[in-house]
């Protein structure tokens, strides 16, 4: 197979050929651990049956003595119990795509598939929509007595719809053919005066009633077209039913007798006024057997009218998928529910209503269906029937717009333009023989002339590498080497009682056979089988279940028992396999590794200092309790002048980061930084007290030192208090006469706004005089006064204070 594989140079089979992607339908691999390990699996075929992620091991040694189960696994466990990938027999998915073979329409044109049971592949099919076609279409007509009015309106057809399909199509060419129902009883009036004219009752001459009678081959010649539809004449039946889908079929399948081209599109067009027979109808004329799906014309005649059943409506869709032909249904629209109801089972149909069976009508109906016909692009997907329940097939296509569509189908697709299908075929299960076969599965794009054939090759046996030894129960239990040769013992199953056969089962110093877990055949161990693990070892010796449990599970879940040990799985490790090899777990919010204060032992942080605490070593409470700590060092600093060349004279004494700032008072630390400010004081002298901050970052102390003195005396403060003392005095003061002054002239206005003569308060800055007004008026009025108001008035002059009032 592999001589016509081959390096692709189109880029659109490049890209296809990404797209290939074998996959599998198994469980996880944690599911499929459970799924592979079972008692009841004591041969490759019943592990690989298993599902496609399980494994057999059909290494001698593997395991020396351990049951057969054990050889089941998934490949990861395997190779941890030292078994090779050149030991395993495994499932394998292959999808081989044959290059050779060119196309314009669809690609690629043959793919070659191996799967197993439980196995899955995928590739994708490309179909491509030409601008323009060449069109074939035949009138399928029912020449019944009432479609007489009907059959004369196809003579002027030919010629106007080859016209109209010219902005369509590249060339159309027409051909006829006719149909009635079965001539047999009771579909027909059988009386001898009435099978040959079945219409002497009206005294007209008709034809005989026939299944299928094909007039004319595919032809471009219009003439030829309307001067055969002039000479037809109608025929009778007995019952309301046609039989349009015999002649449909015969029409689909005597490809050579119509004439149908290979490159054009093909288009079947059904006239009746009728609804049609359906598979099983025939039992009433005593025709039970089935339709075979062939053709039977002879002298253009279908002669198996009277010998076999109409055909199924899957049988019909198939043959019409199978020779790329396009149905057109144009009925009354009488009939019009009962046709709805069959498009939904044949894949590339339309449906047209026609009141009236008038040219115009017609001409339009055949131009839309193609239209719509050839904008809709479907694919169906056929397995052999022999194999139909061991297989399954999913289909997603790819519209041009990039939606993906519900169905096996994309609409709206415009010429030039190409749909892509994602395609994945499935096993279930092998033959009930369990053998290997190969099952053909066509792909085709409905009414394309072109198709894709996916060859299947299910691989249901183990070959076991070149030797063929599979080791499982299927192979002799005794087997010995000699010089380089298996030779096969008798085959013995008890076991053996001789003494010397037992000492090969016995080990050195015991007495007891196969450590009492097992029994001696053959002068081997046969290690018996434990709910707990596997027993196995040249003594059964060894198991799998004495292991460190995690969580109660044996190595935790993340590896196997080996000889007493776990053997984790990558990204674990420990005893129990409990602990992980990331450190992701250890890393604090800064990115550092427990904030560079410590180290990460098993997932977690194991902090340097007893002091820090947390889980990434992150808190400190007595790390940042005293300025006084650090004194040492700032006093280090200060004798050594302040400057970067001395600083490393200090680093016995001090935090491995110290820098020098002109004032740090007002500086602010980073986001995430928290520096603590303190002070420095001498005895000495005023002049050496200093300003300093502390932190720490990244699990180291840092100091930051002022390079400005910070010397206040006490005098100077004493100072600084006084004043500010008696600032504070004067203005509580002022705030409490603003606040009198308020309320005394709040009490001498009354709520009406007049001032009161009660009294006038002094305040003792002006004793000589008050103020008085010099002159008053007051006016009295009557309620009726005789001719005016009286008026008085009263002058009071300034007095002094010590004046009585009289």
């Known amino acids: 197979m592999t001589s016509w594989l081959r390096t692709y140079d189109s880029a659109c089979l490049c890209l296809l050929l990404c797209c290939l992607v074998a996959t599998f339908s198994g469980e996880s691999f944690s599911a499929g651990d459970s799924v592979c390990r079972s008692p009841g699996v004591t041969s490759c075929k019943d592990c690989l049956s298993r599902g496609p992620q399980c494994a057999w091991c059909f290494k001698e040694d593997f395991l020396d003595g351990a049951g057969l189960s054990q050889r089941c696994d998934l490949p990861v466990n395997l190779l941890k119990r030292d078994c090779a990938l050149e030991f395993m027999e495994q499932s394998e998915v292959k ?20 799967l197993r049971p439980g196995s899955a592949a995928s590739f ?57 129902d079965k001539p047999v009883s009771p579909y027909i009036n059988v009386h001898p ?40 004449r109608i025929s009778g039946n007995m019952d309301t039913p046609e039989g349009g889908l015999d002649a449909m079929l ?26 049609s027979h359906l598979a099983l109808d025939s039992r009433l004329a005593g025709i039970v057997v089935p339709h075979d799906g062939l053709c039977h014309l002879e002298d253009n005649v279908y002669k198996g009218s009277t010998r076999m059943d109409h055909p199924s409506l899957g049988q019909l869709s198939d043959k019409l998928l199978e020779n790329h032909i396009y149905s057109i249904f144009a ?24 009141g009236l069976f008038q040219a115009p009508n017609l001409i339009d109906l055949v131009v839309d269906a193609y239209k719509r016909l050839l904008s809709e692009v479907v694919v169906s997907v056929s397995v052999e029937d022999k194999a139909v329940s ?29 749909v892509y299908f994602n395609i994945t075929i499935g096993q279930h299960s092998c033959p009930d023989d369990g053998k290997d076969e190969d099952v053909t599965v066509m792909v085709r794009p409905v009414g394309y002339n072109e198709s894709t054939v996916v060859r299947v090759r299910s691989k249901c046996q183990c070959t076991c590498g070149p030797a063929g030894q599979c080791r499982d129960a299927n192979a002799s239990p005794c087997k010995q080497t000699q010089n380089g040769n298996n030779q096969e013992e008798r085959p013995n199953y008890g076991m053996i009682k001789d003494s010397d056969s037992n000492k090969n089962c016995k080990a050195d110093g015991s007495d007891v056979v196969c450590s009492g877990r097992g029994v001696c055949e053959c002068g081997r161990c046969v290690c018996e089988q434990s709910r707990l693990g596997a027993v196995y070892g040249k003594y059964c010796e060894l198991d799998d279940f004495s292991c460190p449990y995690e969580g109660g599970l044996l190595c935790g879940s993340r590896g196997v028992c080996v000889l007493g040990q776990c053997v984790c799985e990558d990204g674990w ?75 490393g004279q200090c680093n016995h004494t001090c935090a491995p980061l110290v820098s020098y700032m002109d004032d740090v008072s007002g500086r602010a630390g980073q986001a995430g930084e928290m520096w603590i400010h303190c002070m420095y004081i001498s005895n000495d002298s005023c002049r050496n007290s200093f300003r300093f901050q502390t932190s720490s970052k990244s699990g180291q102390a840092q100091l930051l030192i002022s390079t400005r003195p910070d010397c206040v005396s006490s005098s100077l403060r004493l100072v600084r208090t006084f004043l500010s003392v008696c600032a504070l005095t004067v203005l509580c003061g002022l705030v409490v006469v603003a606040v009198s002054r308020l309320l005394l002239q709040k009490r001498r206005w009354s709520p009406g706004g007049t001032v009161e003569d009660a009294g006038y308060h002094c305040t003792g800055k002006d004793l000589s005089y008050i103020p008085t007004t010099n002159e008053k008026t007051v006016t009295y009025r009557r309620d009726h006064p005789p001719d005016r108001p009286v008026e008085m008035h009263i002058q009071v002059s300034k007095m002094p204070l010590g004046d009585p009032w009289q």
């Open 573 to 647: 490790t420990g005893d129990s396999c409990g602990c992980p090899v990331s450190t992701a777990t250890c890393q604090s919010s800064n990115g550092l590794l427990c904030s560079g204060r410590g180290k990460c032992v098993c997932g977690k942080c194991v902090c340097d200092d007893p002091q820090h605490s947390g889980d990434f070593c992150e808190r400190c409470p007595a790390c940042q309790s005293t300025c006084q700590s650090y004194w040492t060092c700032v006093g280090c600093h200060l004798s050594h002048g302040l400057t970067q060349k001395e600083a």
């Open 250 to 275: 015969q029409a689909a399948v005597c490809q050579r007798a119509v004439g149908w081209r290979p490159e054009a599109k093909r288009l079947l067009l059904l006239m009746t006024d009728q609804p």
């Open 193 to 232: 005066s009435k099978i040959n004219n079945p219409c002497s009752d009206f005294e007209i001459r008709c034809r005989p009633a026939h299944g299928f009678h094909h007039v004319l081959s595919m032809t471009s010649n219009m003439s030829e077209f309307t001067r055969v539809i002039k000479r037809q």
């Open 124 to 180: 994708i099919v490309s179909v491509k929509q030409l601008e323009r076609y060449p069109v074939d279409l035949y009138y399928l007509v029912d020449v019944s007595a009432s479609m007489q009015e009907n059959l004369d309106q196809l003579k002027t057809v030919g010629v106007a719809l080859s016209l109209r399909m010219t902005e369509h199509s590249s060339d159309l060419w027409l051909g006829f053919g006719s149909f009635v």
């Open 331 to 354: 009925v009354e629209k009488q009939q019009y529910q009962w046709y709805e109801e069959l498009m939904r089972l044949l894949p590339g149909s339309y449906l047209g209503k026609l």
């Open 95 to 114: 999808v081989e795509v044959n290059a050779t073979i060119s196309s314009t329409q669809v690609s690629p044109r043959d793919i070659s598939i191996t």
């Open 390 to 418: 061991r297989y399954w097939v999913s289909v997603t296509p790819l519209c041009p717009d990039g939606s993906t569509a519900a169905e096996n189908s994309c609409t709206g697709v415009q010429p030039d333009q190409t």
